[in-house]
């Protein structure tokens, strides 16, 4: 797992920032729905068929050192920033960048981050199975904590 953490005092009060950072910085990149399931490397990563004839993979992500947001205005400019990917070496297969994000749950400065589907742009089920992807995340909160990590995998198809 890689891990960078920047820190720098920005909007989000100072007595936030000092809270989020005294809890320490990590980052863990996982899957799930609706429970946080961690990732090695190496296991398999299975995808989901869609409703609309796609696929896609459940990311989550546990944390701490990072300033949660706001609860319920997704402009908030304290919410963290995430971005999440699946990709082949230097080619995104699916995911998104610097989304606003609001987190709930655990303390102040430790949460999960639950059931984001990363739809892959690829539909080719052959090409996807058994491919060797990296899940990679990314953090940014309003104090300027910056937190990435990633987990190597493979694709596997839906089981059921």
Not at 2 to 21: G, I, K, R, V
């Amino acid at each position: 797992m890689l891990l960078l953490a920047l820190f720098a005092c920005d909007p989000a009060s100072e007595q936030a920032c000092d809270n989020a950072q005294a809890e320490g910085p990590s980052l863990t990149v996982g899957t799930g729905e609706t429970a946080f399931e961690s990732l090695n490397d190496g296991e398999e990563l299975r995808w989901v068929f869609g409703s609309q004839g796609g696929f896609h993979v459940w990311g989550s992500l546990r944390a701490s050192g990072i300033v949660q947001g706001a609860s319920d205005n997704l402009d908030d400019p304290d919410n963290p920033k995430v971005s999440f990917i699946v990709a082949d070496g230097e080619t995104e297969l699916a995911g998104f960048h610097d989304i606003p994000h609001h987190v709930a749950g655990g303390s102040p400065a430790s949460w999960e981050y639950l059931g984001d589907r990363l739809i892959f742009y690829e539909t080719d089920e052959d090409y996807l199975y058994g491919l060797p992807v990296v899940m990679r995340a990314t953090v940014a909160d309003a104090c300027g904590t910056t937190l990435e990590a990633e987990a190597n995998v493979v694709l596997a198809g839906d089981p059921g």
